[in-house]
């Protein structure tokens, strides 16, 4: 599940990094990867990813062949893929049955344990990913997938400096696409906004220039640039990777919030309901119902968020725990704060250290108004000095509660000169209480 509207980018990115290599690396081995990945079509819904190619053939083979582990576990990985394609969560459950049937076919299957773990990863289950992980690395120490898998998942647990020196392993092993986009993750997260731009920029250099997975590049590249208040360059990486895979569902949301932020409330509609109708996960339709909102068309803005309890009952049943999205959620639109403090504190317990599940509880903590509790979550949540602003902000909204109005001006000035339209829910909010918090300061004698 991808975070809702306003949550950050940061929130989920390497539950699918190692589906790149999962996928291509196999097609390529197989020989199903070839050409471009561009195949022309009136309509972009209808254009044909080296994913779908790959799990026609593969379901062939295997109707031929029902054991063929190398078809199994490339079928699997597939599966992965196009599970971020499409955002229909079927697909994990799909995978997760590959695996299975791979691993008990060879446990000590090299590349069924890796996905396996991949899948585990993108359905949140982050101790069970770490222990698959765990299981690749002793199996072959020097596989950079293997240290990549375990990086991911010592990443979502909050175990920063393990899941480093697994990055680092990697990098060292393969310096390619996969480790680019995990360096560039882990620098941002110690908020240097920066060297991450620059290892994404080597991720681009190292990917093909057509096909899904440059677009996916390109489209972190800027959402990154939209975080550290460069719209142009956003735009640019936004058009990269509609020239890289037409019609691509992430960098047409791209362009919708960029539209969004700039007050352009009909072209975003526009954008978002060409996205939704194409991907209905909860980010976008989320995202959707805050843009009806803020134009002021709020019984439009309620369809998209009745909408949003569905799609999550949809993901939950095919095994993806969304606690710590679904706790922003809850808590930004201000719907159930016991139900959103239930579910923050239980993504904090399953990812014990976690920067974003510290975040998630914090906010949940304040919108309860249990200001003094969150403000100790908020303070584990900037451990590691990441410059992101909807994580500055809260922590400056919890501050501004909880009475320190010097140190909530600190982190709301930090907040919107990051990015001053970081946000459609909360953009003006904070600029709002940043000047309440300044004028209180001139007022005084």
Known sequence: MQPTGDMNRLAGVTAVLLILAGVTGFLSATGILSGSDNKSSDRATSIESAADRAIVQLQQRLAGAPNDLMAT?????????????????????????????????APNDQAGIIGASMAAAARHDFARA??????????DPEDPDAQGALGDALVELGRYDEALSAFQQMLDARPDLNAYVRVAYIRELHGDSAGGIEALKLA???????????????????????????PDNAAAEYRAALDAFPG????????ARLAAVRGDYDKAIELYRDVTARQPVV???????????????????????DLVGAIDELYRTNGIDTDLEMALYQADHDLDPGKALAQARAAYEARPGSIRAADALAWALYKAGKHEEALQHSRE????????????????????????????????????????????????????ALEALRGAVKGQP
């Not at 339709?285 to 002021?296: E, S, W």
């Open 283 to 305: 980010e976008y339709v989320a995202a959707l119902g805050d843009v009806y909102r803020a134009a002021g068309r709020s019984v439009e803005a309620q369809r998209q968020y």
């Open 204 to 230: 681009v250099g190292a990917v093909r220039p057509a096909g899904e997975p440059a677009a996916w590049v390109h489209w972190q590249l800027g959402n990154l640039y939209f975080n550290t208040n460069a």
């Open 73 to 105: 576990d490339g079928l699997g990985s597939a599966y992965l893929q196009k599970a971020r394609e499409s955002g229909d969560p079927a697909f994990y459950t799909k995978a997760v049955g590959l695996f299975d049937k791979a691993l008990a076919i």
């Open 381 to 432: 949540a900037l451990r590691l000095g990441t410059q992101d602003s909807l994580l500055l902000f809260h922590a400056g909204m919890i501050n501004y509660a909880a009475g320190d109005h010097e140190v909530a001006r600190a982190y709301l000035s930090r907040a919107v000169e990051i990015n001053p339209s970081f946000s459609v829910l909360y953009a003006a909010q904070a600029r709002a």
């Open 130 to 139: 770490l222990e698959l992980a765990q299981q690749a690395v002793s199996l």
């Open 248 to 255: 691509y569902v992430h960098a047409v949301a791209g362009n």
